[in-house]
């Protein structure tokens, strides 16, 4: 299935409904999709999405307007810029980041049925373990926690939590995927988000989550039936540190 880009994309009507800030330029084309707005601390943010070629036009189209430069950015990766819209982008640019998603049940598992509802009080100490730097952490309690067992221990653990689309759709966001070390290559990663996906899509639209684009894990997603909806690169006005 080819990727689709620009404001019809999963990925772009997925990530700008919960903009609030005040939005100082956007446009939305088929090809490619650009938004920047000033937050509430008054940082300027963009997140632009599309083929390179078209987004980079799109882009410089924003700084010819005289759009402030954005000090954090998020943009499909590819794209090849002129010195003056480098000059504009944020400096410093490194940790690529996938998005994927399904509106469909993943392939069944014979593992799965070992899924059960947690705490996020259980879950916590797995995540910290597993996956110290996962964005779950940022708003741990708002996720509704699921973990799988192997032999007698909780071993793997993820997280969902409710997300709305432009269309007003009710999505579910996975976060916080962890398997503690000593339980890998079991195969518990993969029982656990089969079962979750399948349930959260007995209430949502959509399911939907990110991974850093070099996560070992990627097979895994692909082998499973999700489908790869946005290969983005993030940019910041300051050095980005490891996630």
């Known amino acids: 299935m080819s990727e689709i880009l620009g404001c019809g994309s999963v990925f772009w009507q997925a ?39 078209r ?72 995540v910290a373990a597993a996956n110290p730097r996962s964005e779950a952490f940022d708003d741990f309690e708002s996720y509704r926690w699921y973990g799988i067992w192997s032999a007698g221990v909780l071993a793997s653990v993820i997280g969902a939590k409710d997300d709305t689309d432009v269309a007003g759709r009710r999505n579910s966001y996975l976060g916080g995927l962890g398997t503690l070390p000593e339980y890998r290559g079991r195969g518990l990663a993969g029982d656990i988000m089969t079962v979750v996906t399948a349930f959260e899509l007995e209430t949502h639209s959509l399911v939907t989550f990110g991974m850093w684009a070099e996560n070992p894990a990627r097979h895994l997603y692909d082998s499973l039936g999700y489908i790869h909806g946005g290969a983005q690169t993030i940019a910041d006005s300051t050095p980005i540190g490891p996630h």
């Open 15 to 53: 990530h700008t409904a919960s903009l609030a800030g005040d939005e100082l330029f956007r446009v939305e084309e088929r090809d490619a999709a650009v938004v920047v707005e000033k937050n509430t601390d008054g940082r300027v943010e963009l997140l632009g999405h599309g083929d390179p070629e």
């Open 55 to 126: 987004l980079s036009l799109v882009l410089d189209q924003a700084r010819r307007a005289g759009v402030p430069e954005p000090a954090w950015a998020m943009l499909s990766r590819g794209l090849t810029l002129s010195p003056e819209l480098a000059a504009w982008l944020p400096e410093y640019w490194g940790n690529d980041w996938d998005f994927y998603w399904t509106k469909d049940p993943l392939h069944e598992r014979a593992g799965a049925k070992a899924v059960r509802d947690i705490t996020a009080e259980d879950a916590r100490p797995v």
